[in-house]
């Protein structure tokens, strides 16, 4: 009566199937054990204060190259808040494609300024009278209609994006001296074919 019967020893145990409940991981958790032995990592502390701080020196060396590398790409996750987005990738693009008054306007300057100096004086009235304020007309009037049309391209292909200084952004890209823009462009100019 309370013997062990020997056929359901024999007998290997039913494999239960496994229940997935919706919302659920799909596997099961597991063991501490099997855990802590997957998260051990040998400890390669440093042994002095001066060697941690070599460590730490190179550590923060490696994340900055990356933080500029992604920047020089355009890669969003990097850069400030102010070059986010599509819009801003639209108005960095538009700019880039083109070339600028506002582009040459440091070595503009430095030109006006050489025949300032090297130049006899009634040059000099003409360049004082002419050169500064054409120039500056030029570039504020290229300023205005870029960031004009930025805006108006972006208006229509990103309507719910942020526009908000998009055109100031557009007009201070177009300033800039094309190798020292950041993020650095990817078109060349003449090249519309993703504006």
């Known amino acids: 009566m309370f013997r062990r019967r ?12 496994e229940i ?13 054990r099997e855990a802590e032995r997957r998260n051990r990592q040998p400890i390669t502390a440093p042994k002095t204060r001066k060697e941690a701080y070599a460590q730490a020196r190179e550590r923060q060396a490696r994340d900055r190259q990356k933080v500029k590398e992604g920047m020089a790409r355009g890669d969003d996750r990097y850069l400030p808040k102010r070059d986010q ?3 801003r990738r639209l108005a960095r693009d538009f700019v880039d494609s083109r070339r600028t008054f506002g582009e040459y306007f440091m070595y503009l300057t430095l030109l006006i300024l050489l025949l300032a100096m090297v130049a006899p004086m009634t040059v000099k009235a003409y360049v004082y009278q002419f050169g500064w304020p054409v120039m500056l007309v030029l570039i504020i009037g290229e300023s205005i209609y870029l960031g004009r049309r930025v805006k108006k391209l972006a208006q229509e292909r990103f309507p ?3 526009l908000r200084g998009i055109g100031f952004y557009t007009a201070t890209r177009s300033m800039q001296i094309r190798r020292f823009r950041m993020p650095q462009p990817r078109l060349k100019p003449g090249q519309k074919d993703q504006v």
């Open 6 to 17: 020997t056929d359901t020893a024999t007998q290997e145990p039913e494999a239960t199937p």
């Open 160 to 162: 719910d994006d942020n």
């Open 85 to 87: 987005g599509p819009g």
């Open 20 to 32: 997935v409940k919706p919302g659920g991981k799909g596997r099961p958790t597991p063991k501490r």
